[in-house]
């Protein structure tokens, strides 16, 4: 099953907007999924969207909020009063409630907060925005179903059912003990098994996997992707359970990781989009593009130390972009496997190991590639045979040193703590760029002499 | 909570071994988690690991056996039985299972199934077989809860206790008609509040998004995160349920699916890992050096068109590198943000908007480079002040026409039905090189005159 946004529905909405019609709006949207909805209001221009965001219901709008894009959500929210927006809040789980409230402006997330209907809720979600947003403590929800370990099966179902009132999907149910110091789970399996006398105490398991309140996120995505969990507590540091994250949340965490790392493979430093504004996008791209017309200028500065060869090697030059294709590739290779190596965590194995299959790989990729090239010059491009072995050697070696750097840099980046994906893309062409040339001009020195 | 492998345990567990101490080695691994212990045995060699495969329970190494590393997981199921292959697979679950199956050589496959002690299991691991592994077939799974529409809450909360023996964990409760057609699912919050006296039909949700037995796994992905599930059912075409997908086996699709757009990018075209053979390594790399090599013939065609320049222009050969870099590192930074745009979704606006936004991009980034370009040339290089106009003029234009082909080849190959993602990474810089270079000389021509 699949939903399509249809020109058809657009135009309509739009011809009942102009209309005010707005019972013919509620109507059209009723049966529609909220995720569905933001994906229209993304296709809609900020007007409409607020129309129809305020036709809605504030039970369906605050799910439609979470969704919508960054710019259209903060200019609906820049439309609505404080009080308007502690009621889209009082629909949300506490972490959504949390990560709406830590956008808006200091005087109005004050304001928010003070109209908030719910008490408790005001409470979890001021709790909530004590924490960084990438560790553990950001993620979470207070949305929870705990049990106390002297419990017996009866009771838990009962307070089962008064907690899942404000839980829309149990996940696991926690055992506490009376100093809510998180002690195990309950399965319910065994709950749903078990005769309604039995004590928690004898039937709760006590291993569970928890992270602490300051774990970094992307640390829970590890434990929670290993461990396959799809909820996970989170403990303060007395071991008191204080929340739980969900895996919808992580999933947005491996996300933008996986996104990140490309991002810096293809040299774009911040997280953009395709549809940002031209100064963010210039902004994330320009760094990367300095830093290549750097190097550029040192491969300028290289090629110039080599200039007597012009008069009777002239055609030496003409290779020089191909050198540094091969060294730029070669180098991206080798570093985006260790990259990803290293987050996957499958990387084993001495470094010297390494070392010696980096230089096997590239001796043969050199070998075949090197025979292409051989052959290429010589009889496509018509190059003398002696400018073939020159180029060939170079080839060979300019690959084994790409190789080791691409695979050595990220190793060390990583060693010193830096993030290795910082030297996939630009920064490995650059270098290798450089060094390419200088490998391949240094050997044609050496058998041409000039 | 963190598990790290300490050396000493593995020094211990290596002394086990050798004295073949296996009450030692159980006592040791009995309270570790089954991804620990894989974790561990990746770390031993293929005897070792063995040795303490066959040790442990088979209700443990079943869970062991899906975590190991590929190579691994063969080596051991090559020393097992058909037997005790399908003793591991008895305490899997179906999706679990067949999977492992579907590794197994055609003959093994059939002995190894008839081993299979749960006839209903068999079945159901049978019927997993038949579905393409890319496909909602071959990622869902047989175990669900499900209830028929006719039942009352008190009968389905009984039938519900004797089907969650045999499934780990319950997702979602499904509610079906008597010829087993999906009707809706119903809310376990619902049945822990409502009176055992209702009927089924009366409370169950019947919106429930579900997807096609035969739909695309990125298509189950998108949907799954699209509206946040952690399960979904599958059904066939007369609309039966038949299996359920959960989120573990998505985030699994998802991070293959950034994985592989990563690797393209970098020049990668199959799935590899720093630790497969160089053979494996070689053969995912060449295709693409290969691509960059006769890219590379092309530039040395184009250069020596401007051969005539050497003498009385011999300094614009200096700046081809660095023309070429920018051309290359401009097109990826295009190319990488239309592919994610396109695998996230989040493109909109027409192809019109798109031209002038990238033309407008490359204006502001030109206008900055070339300044710099400039001041560099004449300070830095000491290059004559003509020589830095052409060049400025010709990068100007070199980054227009780079991310104008990184914006366009992407959309195009999307349009066709081709992977994007194929269009960033060697193919993108390649093409841009040749394009850059022929700009550069075209336009120094123009100027200089040569």
């Given at each position: 099953m699949q939903f399509e946004i249809s020109k058809d529905l657009i135009l309509e909405l739009q011809q009942h907007i102009v209309h005010k019609r707005d019972q013919d709006l509620e109507r059209l949207l009723h049966d529609m999924h909220h995720a569905d909805i933001a994906e229209i209001l993304d296709e809609l221009d900020f007007n409409e969207a607020t129309y129809i965001f305020k036709v809605l219901d504030s039970d369906k709008t605050a799910e439609i909020l979470l969704e919508l894009e960054d710019d259209l959500r903060e200019n609906i929210l820049s439309r609505l009063s404080a009080k308007e927006i502690a009621e889209e809040l009082d629909e949300l789980d506490t972490n959504d409630a949390a990560d709406i409230i830590a956008e808006l402006s200091n005087n109005l997330k004050a304001e928010v907060i003070s109209e908030l209907d719910d008490l408790e809720h005001a409470k979890d979600i001021i709790d909530l925005l004590r924490y960084d947003e990438d560790t553990a403590g950001g993620l979470m929800g207070k949305e929870l179903v705990k049990v106390n370990e002297n419990w017996n099966v009866l009771t838990c179902v009962k307070e089962m059912r008064a907690q899942a009132e404000n839980v829309s999907r149990v996940h696991s149910i926690y055992v506490v003990d009376d100093q809510n110091r998180l002690k195990g789970r309950l399965s319910l399996k065994d709950l749903l098994t078990?005769?309604?006398?039995?004590?928690?105490a004898d039937i709760y398991i006590k291993k569970v996997t928890f992270v602490n309140v300051d774990a970094e996120d992307v640390e829970v995505a590890r434990i929670m992707q290993k461990y396959d969990l799809e909820a996970i507590p989170v403990v303060d540091a007395m071991g008191r359970l204080v929340g739980r994250i969900t895996i919808d949340d992580i999933i947005d965490v491996i996300r933008e990781e996986a996104d990140k790392d490309y991002q810096l493979a293809a040299g774009i430093s911040q997280d953009v989009e395709a549809d940002d504004s031209i100064i963010e996008l210039s902004k994330a791209r320009l760094p990367w593009l300095v830093l290549a017309l750097l190097g550029g200028f040192i491969t300028v500065r290289v090629l110039g130390l080599f200039e007597?060869?012009?008069?009777?090697?002239?055609?030496?030059?003409?290779?020089t972009p191909l050198i540094a294709a091969m060294a730029g590739n070669v180098g991206v290779q080798s570093s985006a496997i260790i990259v990803q190596g290293l987050a996957n965590n499958t990387l084993s194995g001495s470094l010297f190991n390494r070392l010696i299959k980096e230089i096997s790989l590239s001796l043969l990729n050199g070998a075949i590639l090197s025979s292409i090239l051989f052959l290429g010059s010589y009889f496509l491009l018509g190059e003398p045979a002696v400018l073939g072995v020159v180029i060939c050697i170079a080839l060979v070696a300019v690959i084994i040193i790409a190789s080791l750097i691409g695979t050595f840099i990220p190793l060390l980046l990583h060693k010193v703590g830096v993030d290795p994906a910082l030297a996939t893309g630009p920064f490995i062409t650059t270098s290798n760029d450089i060094c390419g040339i200088l490998i391949y001009f240094s050997i044609a020195r050496m058998i041409l002499g000039f």
């Open positions: 078990t005769s309604t006398k039995t004590q928690i007597g060869a012009m008069v009777e090697h002239g055609n030496l030059f003409f290779f």
